[in-house]
């Protein structure tokens, strides 16, 4: 099938949109699924289950989905770049598993992750330099409360950092573009329930193997509190590695068990 020319304006003017339409959706169903089970359906649970005392500020949700929006937007766009790269040969982007095979599909997920891991933390740690963190990172931690929908709350340049990871490795790491929807997805998924300020995994999992190197909402409710800790996107080495795992992950897991 011949595909049009996706550098074309029009052409990629549809591109971003069709993205955008896509990223959204899946922002709002995910964000918005764990919103109404635990915040709508489920109260109760929720104030059980609550990370922290404190009430989410006046209008938060409404200002996170504003960024949220324009994160998405960034998403898009550099998406729409990728697929304009892929068309004219600069990617890796492949289409048939009989290139690499099966093994590979599972293998090149988790070297993406692990990629990804690393670069997070390293420009994690940066966007909280004093100097840099009013500008960059600030946005994000408005929320001191995090909810479902802090998942994507980004300022621009946060969010172009983010977005821009995924075409840079792709010009050298071969991926099935059906992995690279997984990983959105799990991206996503991640996002949500880190920020979800309820801890959906239970203690003994997140003590021992394998759960001790994932990071889940205690985790990361704890980086949003204490802001020099807990760095990590989806596992915890780095912190591990580098000492910055806050001291009180562990109290904190058996408070909320």
Do not use: C
């Not at 940066?126 to 802090?150: E, R, Y």
């Amino acid at each position: 099938m011949h595909l049009p020319d996706f550098s074309q304006p029009l052409w990629f003017a549809a591109v971003i949109g069709i993205f955008f339409l896509v990223i959204t959706a899946r922002y709002f169903l995910i964000a918005g699924l764990f919103y109404l089970f635990f915040y709508s359906w489920f109260p109760e649970l929720w104030r059980k289950r609550k990370l922290n005392n404190k009430s989410y500020k006046k209008g938060q949700f409404i200002r996170e989905v504003k960024w949220s929006l324009v994160t998405s937007m960034i998403f898009s766009i550099t998406g729409a770049i990728t697929v304009v790269l892929w068309q004219h040969g600069y990617t890796k982007v492949y289409n048939s598993t009989s290139l690499y095979g099966w093994w590979y599909l599972p293998f090149s997920l988790i070297i993406f992750m692990l990629l990804h891991e690393t670069y997070y933390y390293w420009f994690h740690r940066w966007m909280h330099h004093p100097g840099i963190f009013p500008i960059v990172h600030k946005v994000h931690h408005d929320s001191n409360v995090a909810s479902p929908f802090t998942a994507f709350s980004f300022h621009p340049l946060e969010g172009l950092i983010q977005a821009v990871f995924m075409p840079l490795v792709l010009l050298i790491l071969p991926m099935h573009y059906y992995v690279i929807v997984i990983q959105l997805t799990i991206m996503t998924f991640s996002s949500v329930i880190n920020h979800l300020d309820i801890e959906i995994y239970p203690a003994s999992f997140l003590v021992r193997y394998p759960g001790k190197w994932l990071i889940g909402a205690t985790h990361h409710s704890l980086h949003h509190r204490q802001f020099k800790y807990n760095y990590g996107l989806y596992f915890t080495f780095w912190d591990r590695i580098k000492k910055t795992e806050s001291p009180l992950f562990k109290k904190a897991v058996k408070l909320n068990s």
